[in-house]
């Protein structure tokens, strides 16, 4: 693609020197957004347009369990357990337990997410007239971000009590247990309340909030920046008379799009922003990951209306 369209680009500029040329503007929409372009024909034969497509920012809300009910009953039991421990203790003078070590309660059981679209692009695309008419043939490329899809929690910091009760239980799973039919330390009452880490199991992946986003967590879908084009349709790029219109059809070719989700590694004990293979994530989202991995191509259909300057 790009040395068709270094090639085009040697041969504009040789029509260029003998052909002549006309200016003019265009405003669209279609599945690229709203367009703003300017174009130009060389001869009858070609013609080039430059410009930005302004895609809306699209956002959809949801809401979703986290199913913590449990967790919250559990720790909620611990914690009364332990502050009965310390009234005896303390009357006896010794020293009491520390609670901050334990995983906390009070954890959210429902969260509002955010899906937000983000495709604004730019283009450059040649128009090629065979027989000089109005039917075209279209090579060239959009340039957009990586980033098209966001998904994250409204409300700003909103996980932290899952990063605190979960860092409790990493902490607790890192003690050695001092089997004892009576609980000696953190450990042994996180293995007797049966207390887990609080996330999602995708297949290989644990999916749950790093705490170094403090509170927040975000997923995200991934192309390519670059994006050739190629297409028919019909219209010139500048008109003959002084208002025209075009009608285009085509794909461009962003690549396999990739999903990325914050996870934890039990095995190594690191958080990540990872790529989820769907191979690796289970049945059901496997074969939602497999499926889009496989729209490599966004389609364009677009209308524009086109003023000639000159």
Wanted: glycine fraction near 12%.
């Amino acid at each position: 693609m790009k040395k068709l369209l270094i090639a085009c680009s040697v041969m504009l500029l040789s029509l260029g020197a003998s052909a002549q040329v006309h200016f003019g503007i265009g405003a669209g929409a279609g599945t690229t957004g709203i367009s703003l372009d300017a174009s130009l024909m060389v001869g009858k034969y070609v013609g080039i347009r430059g410009g930005v497509d302004i895609m809306p920012q699209i956002k959809v809300n949801k809401d979703i369990d986290l199913k913590t009910e449990d967790a919250n009953k559990k720790v909620s039991q611990l914690t009364n357990e332990i502050k009965e421990l310390n009234t005896k203790l303390a009357q006896y003078g010794l020293e009491q337990v520390d609670l901050s070590q334990y995983p906390g309660g009070n954890l959210p059981n429902n969260m509002e997410i955010q899906g937000k679209l983000k495709n604004t692009t730019g283009h450059v695309l040649i128009d090629l007239y065979p027989g000089g008419h109005s039917f075209h043939f279209t090579v060239g490329a959009y340039f957009g971000p990586e980033e098209i899809i966001d998904v994250y929690n409204k409300e700003d910091g909103f996980m932290k009590p899952i990063t605190a009760y979960n860092d409790a239980i990493i902490y607790a799973q890192s003690q050695t247990p001092s089997n004892s039919v009576v609980p000696q330390n953190v450990r042994d009452v996180v293995d007797k309340y049966g207390l887990k880490m609080i996330g999602g199991e995708l297949g290989d992946y644990f999916v749950t909030p790093n705490p170094a986003d403090k509170g927040n967590v975000n997923a995200y879908a991934k192309v390519k920046s670059f994006r050739p084009y190629v297409g028919l349709g019909f219209g010139r790029a500048v008109p003959k008379g002084r208002i025209g219109c075009q009608f285009d059809l085509g794909v461009q070719f962003w690549g396999k799009p990739e999903i990325y989700v914050p996870t934890y590694n039990k095995t190594t004990g690191t958080y990540q922003c990872e790529k989820i293979d769907g191979d690796k994530a289970g049945d059901d989202a496997g074969k939602v990951l497999k499926t889009v991995s496989k729209v490599s191509v966004y389609p364009v259909l677009n209308f524009r209306l086109v003023g000639r300057i000159f």
